[in-house]
């Protein structure tokens, strides 16, 4: 008779049939409820099975799906050769492609990631973050959730670094934290978007930012530098910002009133980004306002949405898959001390496409 404790029989049972390729990397297993089940347990005892493994190398968890096989490389001692990424959208936008310029450079050197997705919601980061505290992490990468406010999970963040994993943030920073970044010029991209409208004869501008990320903070100094340069003003009602959970009331047809006192007497706009603009030009031609004949826009990112409504955007690129290469092979050398300090900023390119007219 096996008198082992039934944790560490469930734990041998698993790691048997990881060994035995009947589970694969990836593959999503047993729920706790199917492993009390089937091994007549308790939830406790599941739970302290799968966290054993999760910490060891053997499996990974995706917050709200479930518990997963890691890479097999990751099972090695020590950190492991697992790596976590929040951001604060995956599927969707821009972060395809940033994710798996992430995977292609981390899959090269052996490493397999656990995702988290934030929603750009504060509470949800803590879950994620106190989720990855629980895995054999040997990095992470992280884009800030609400980064124009203070680190509100400041505490989470400081007992990874205690345990000598490094962190690497993307997009931006939280203010006041000295850290790893790979991030644009936010400054100069929203100097850029403005400029190009001036270039054009644009002399009244307006712009539409987002409030609770550093990026929009960013933009909109750029916006107001360019407009300095060239001795022109931005009235506070040319200037329309918005939150995470505004977005949908801000650009609405419902909100037709505030999108006419923005447009007053604007002849140009400089949008946060891709996502908004386009959502912005259909809201627009709903309203019977025509982008470019009645008002251009200039917007950020060079998304695939950027081409695939009525209107192309003019807009500053976002790197996508090639800042998440970067942003994997900076925590790399960060992991594996080649370097101590891992910091890079993206300078800003301006595609000229359709929603800009020449005044």
Do not use: C
């Not at 995706?62 to 951001?87: C, E």
């Not at 419902?254 to 923005?262: A, F, R, T, Y």
Request: aromatic share 8%.
């Amino acid at each position: 008779m096996d008198n082992k404790p039934k944790y560490q029989l469930l734990k041998e049972y698993i790691k048997n049939h990881i060994k035995n390729n009947d589970l694969h990397y990836n593959d999503l297993i047993s729920s706790e409820i199917e492993l009390m089940k089937q091994f007549g347990i308790s939830r406790h005892t599941v739970r302290r099975g799968i966290s054993d493994l999760v910490n060891e190398g053997w499996l990974y968890k995706q917050q709200g799906k479930g518990t997963y096989v890691s890479d097999p490389k990751a099972n090695q001692s020590g950190h492991g050769k697992l790596v976590g990424v929040i951001t604060t959208y995956i599927n969707d936008y821009i972060f395809p492609e940033i994710i798996a310029g992430m995977e292609e450079a981390f899959s090269e050197e052996g490493y397999s990631i656990i995702l988290g997705n934030t929603n750009n919601n504060v509470d949800k980061e803590r879950l994620i973050l106190t989720n990855m505290l629980n895995s054999n992490l040997s990095g992470l990468i992280v884009e800030p959730t609400k980064s124009v406010f203070p680190n509100h999970n400041k505490d989470l963040f400081e007992q990874i670094s205690k345990r000598g994993i490094p962190i690497l943030f993307i997009h931006a920073t939280y203010q006041n934290v000295s850290a790893n970044y790979i991030v644009e010029d936010d400054i100069m991209a929203g100097y850029e978007a403005t400029k190009y409208l001036i270039d054009n004869g644009h002399t009244r501008i307006g712009g539409m930012f987002k409030q609770d990320d550093m990026q929009g903070h960013g933009r909109y100094e750029g916006y107001l530098k360019a407009l300095r340069e060239s001795d022109m003003t931005s009235n506070d009602h040319a200037v329309s910002w918005y939150t995470t959970e505004t977005r949908d009331l801000i650009i609405s047809e419902n909100n037709e009133d505030g999108l006419n006192q923005l447009l007053k007497d604007v002849t140009g706009i400089v949008v946060y980004n891709d996502q908004a603009a386009s959502e912005l030009i259909t809201v627009l031609d709903n309203i019977g306002i025509n982008v470019p004949g009645d008002v251009s826009l200039v917007s950020f990112d060079n998304a695939n949405i950027a081409v695939s409504g009525k209107v192309k955007l003019t807009t500053i690129a976002h790197p996508k898959a090639g800042l998440g290469m970067d942003a994997a092979k900076g925590l790399m050398q960060l992991m594996n001390n080649r370097i101590d300090k891992f910091e890079k900023v993206i300078i800003p390119e301006l595609v000229v496409r359709e929603s800009v007219r020449q005044l």
